[in-house]
């Protein structure tokens, strides 16, 4: 799977800071459960990527699980041993920029039990603490 | 349909630091409007409030400084963070007038499509209706025990219900059942080239460019 954009305006780009809670992505919407991000942080697509295979192995086959973040930041690194200078590095990896409230998956045709099971071997590859919650009623 | 009865107080508190100490003391802000009448700002007992939201109710007798209202829950806002309710919208109903609001669409029973093998997608989570406040259905349930890979359930074939108009499309899919996508293959090479530079002009444009 190819967690990264197919097409970018910039190559690199500057980190930036972390503010505030999610104002957006922040509800459940596809799912019957979701797993929130209760802290800021950096998901690398590595990492979602881990969380999504782990999932699938105790997911039943009719549940379906929802990727809601991807990772459109790239981080760059100078390799080991370099002296210092001569430019920023070369982009090594991307990662989705993540704010408390955030909802990273959603799973569906599955009762709570099997959610929270599904939810707790994805959270062991997160670098974020999260919790599950559930879809909340229309009005 | 079940009504329930919830107290309310009028409220003088308007600005967001004085709300925020209303909610400190356990009561949620709410308001009430509706039917060409002025909009009276209340606040509800958190605790009796969400007693009402667990029984599944939208329709309420909403009682405050002598006055007795029928009144349905418009709107419900949440934090996010700790599922906490914010703000609460009342809309005033008459009894044997129709409203308008959106219910959730429930599926039962286990498919023979997914059996086979498909994957269960509901496109349609709450659909919108028409109805006597009296007759809103907590929810709309949709047996999908006979649904078979490639088939799937439109609007014009949810149970038909007395008094209950469906006001979304109906020809739009509530659910349907289709066999699992597969995933593409992405080669080495690819991941390892990274993403195209939308900025970069091609060298043939670049060169026309240096010429002229």
Redesign the interface.
Known sequence: ??L????????KSQRGKIKG??TRG??VSFGEFGL?S?EPGWITAQQIEAGRISAAHSMP??S?LTIRIFPHKSVTSTPIETRMGKGKGE?EFWVAVVR??TILYEI??INEEGARETFCRIAHKMPVKVRL?R????? | MKILELKAEKRTVKRSKAVRKLRETGYIPAVVYGHKEDNVILSVNGAEFDRVLNAGVRMIHLTYDNTKESVLIKDVQYDNLSDSVLHVDFSRVSLDERVTLKVPIILTGNSVGVKEGGVLTQAMKSIEIESLPTAVPEDIKVNVSDLEIGKSIHVKELPVMENIKYLSDADAVVVSVHHAAEEKIVSEEELLAGPEVISKKPKEEAGVSEES
């Open positions: 799977m190819r990264m954009p197919k097409r970018v305006k910039f190559r809670n999610a922040n509800t929130q209760l086959k009719e379906k982009p408390p409230g569906s045709g919650v879809r909340r009623r229309t009005f």
